[in-house]
């Protein structure tokens, strides 16, 4: 393997083994909404940093962001952040959306991201940590607003979708009566990677990536995927998920629908597009079918 391929893998490992820090560059009152800056721990203690929105009702939706974004979206239109995408995903019309529609809602950054505490030296577990977040949105949620789990859905976007299918899995009983959850792009790491040095033309790629994320996370390759947690999933689940999606592959996320242990659920494919980021912008900009589930599960 030539020392071009060898610092591509490197670099590769780094960049998913401790997510890049971005800026959260807007806040709700940009789209009109009143809201409250919170903090509440982790299950293991790690403080997180987030929005609670009120609305005028006892619903509540839960976000849980992709990486390397934050609660507010991902300032891919800012140069020095267009690695993973050249253009900007901001997340606040979906939180209007979820508000005008009667829903509370808290969105906070995950460890290792915006302005919420460092956890783990900076690693990121692609859901094997960062379930602990969700576990501590939930707590907090549900005792901010005195609600039980029966009146909380989740809005789950890749990292986030990946803690969340983790969490359920080692703690079911924290998740009892959810109503619902919006499950955006879940992803395991293998199929990403392998993209990546197939598109760069690095064969033994693979490899040489699963010995470096080992050795930077302690994690093996596989162990970073939701598959094995997904069929512990009892909560109604709707996946979306960009078809020709180039970083990584469909047949991963049909697979992990495949496996979710509900027998309520829906699988949606964007077309047109390419770019995974498209799928973070999706409900934003055509929310009606996150809205439906959402309001055919809490009725």
Known sequence: MTTTSEQ??????????YSMRTPVLRRPDEVGLAYEDVTFPSMDGTPLEGWFIPADSDKLVIANHPMPCNRYGYPGHIEEFSFFADFEVNFLPDYKNLHD???NVLAYDLRNHGLSGAG???????????????????RYGRSRMNIDNSRTGLLSRCLGADSTIVAMSKHPEEFENIRAMVAVQPVSLRPFVEVACETNGIPGGVEMFAKEIKNLTSFDLDELSPLSYAPDVQ???????VREDSSTRPSDVQGIYDALGTQDKKLFWIEGTTRRFDGYNFFAQQPAQMLDWFDTHFA
Do not use: C, K, M, W
């Open 101 to 103: 529609a009667g829903y």
């Open 120 to 138: 783990n030296g900076g690693v990121v577990g692609i859901g094997l940590l960062e379930y602990r977040d969700v576990i501590g949105s939930l």
């Open 235 to 241: 909560a109604p689940s709707f996946v979306i998920q």
């Open 8 to 17: 591509f893998v490197s670099t590769l490992a780094r960049t998913l083994a």
